[in-house]
Nanobody, 117 residues
Framework: QVQLVESGGGLVQAGGSLRLSCVAS????????MGWFRQAPGKEREFVGR????????SYADSVKGRFTISRDNAKNTVYLQMNSLKPDDTAIYYC??????????WGQGTQVTVLS
């Protein structure tokens, strides 16, 4: 089992920045690729970005490319989502998830991000 706990969400003005953290416990964190997802009210959950187990490879949704950056510190069992130039459309609950194989097997409880216009 892997337990994931997100933090760092909150209220921010449009154009501002936030950094989300996701701390993992349980099985070896560095074995997992990690993803960030978000779900806005009335919408389906969507992919935000992903980082490989080593941190050497990242990918992003087009909607956040150039504004969001994912990083990880395997020594601290933590993955980060740096969000810059935030827009009201970025308002959502943000989730981290651990991927082993083809599926995201474990999910955190989410952290709310609200961007004010």
């Amino acid at each position: 089992q892997v337990q994931l706990v997100e933090s760092g969400g909150g209220l921010v003005q449009a154009g501002g920045s936030l950094r989300l953290s996701c701390v993992a416990s349980g099985r070896t964190f560095s074995s997992y690729a990690m993803g960030w997802f978000r779900q806005a009210p009335g919408k389906e959950r969507e992919f935000v970005g992903r980082i490989s187990w080593s941190g050497g490879s990242t990918s992003y949704a087009d909607s956040v490319k150039g504004r969001f950056t994912i990083s990880r510190d395997n020594a601290k069992n933590t993955v980060y989502l740096q969000m810059n130039s935030l827009k009201p459309d970025d308002t959502a609950i943000y989730y981290c998830a651990a991927q082993l194989g083809s599926k995201y097997n474990y999910w955190g409880q989410g952290t709310q991000v609200t961007v004010l216009s």
